[in-house]
């Protein structure tokens, strides 16, 4: 199993561009997550997901789009980049019940500057 | 909205020596999670706790959460250079998604 795998690992976009960031994963798992993460700071999400077909918005989610079509992937649009996008963006997976999420399953992360 | 806090923000500890980082949250948690980052690296998970006043270990690690299920500890014995990194804790509140703290960045002086 390759479990959550992320793609680009780096990228540099103009201001005003836009681009999407893969993520799929091999785990079956329901819920799936986009976190980013700035310099010396904790993981602020920003859209999740349920199941195919769900997504909802978490705490910093504009300038951001997602979809999932399928369980395998959620990919992340970002629309006319800014500067304040330059982070790195993780998406993770997990099993999720009544319970609620169960361990999370991270990507290596996508390292994307905005010049 | 619930919030889970996290200290203390940076422990600087000496080769061999012991330190806990605690969480704590504004309500009852359904579960609490912890997670390790490598400096460059993502977050990896370490362990979950569900019941009240759970204790697991692993290996030099000791994980415990409270009896009112709103605050978690991690305590790691003779801290040795691969422990450096940052710890999150990570708490359900039975919804779709995890409430990160703010992390406990660890480095370790030989």
């Known amino acids: 199993n390759a479990g959550v795998t992320q793609t680009p690992k780096f990228r540099i976009l103009k201001i005003g561009q836009s681009m999407t960031l893969q993520c799929t994963q091999d785990?079956?798992?329901?819920?799936m997550y986009w976190y980013r993460q700035d310099p010396g700071m904790g993981l602020k999400l920003i859209y999740y997901?349920?199941?195919?077909?769900?997504?909802d918005k978490g705490e910093v989610p504009n300038g951001y789009n997602v979809s999932r079509s399928t369980t395998e992937d959620f990919p992340l649009r970002l629309e006319l980049a800014a500067p304040s996008q330059t982070s790195v963006y993780f998406c993770?997976?997990?099993?999720?019940?009544?319970?609620?999420?169960?361990?999370?399953?991270f990507g290596s992360g996508t390292r994307l500057t905005v010049v | 909205g619930q919030q889970v806090m996290q200290i203390p923000q940076y422990q600087h500890v000496q080769e061999g020596e012991d330190f806990t980082t605690y969480c704590n949250s504004s309500?009852?948690?359904?579960?609490i999670q912890w997670y390790k980052q490598r400096p460059g690296g993502h977050p990896v998970f370490l362990i979950q706790?569900?019941?009240?006043?759970e204790v697991k270990k692993q290996k030099r690690l000791t994980f415990q959460f409270g009896e009112a299920k709103k605050n978690s500890s991690l305590h790691i014995t003779a801290t040795q250079t691969t422990d450096v990194g940052t710890y999150f804790c990570?708490?359900?509140?039975?919804?779709?998604?995890?409430?990160f703290g703010a992390g406990t960045t660890v480095t370790v002086r030989a």
């Open positions: 993770a997976s997990s099993y999720g019940d009544r319970g609620g999420p169960y361990g999370y399953t």
């Open positions: 785990m079956n798992h329901n819920y």
């Open positions: 997901s349920v199941g195919a077909g769900i997504t």
């Open positions: 309500t009852t948690l359904s579960n």
């Open positions: 706790l569900v019941k009240s006043g």
């Open positions: 990570a708490g359900s509140l039975r919804d779709y998604k995890l409430s």
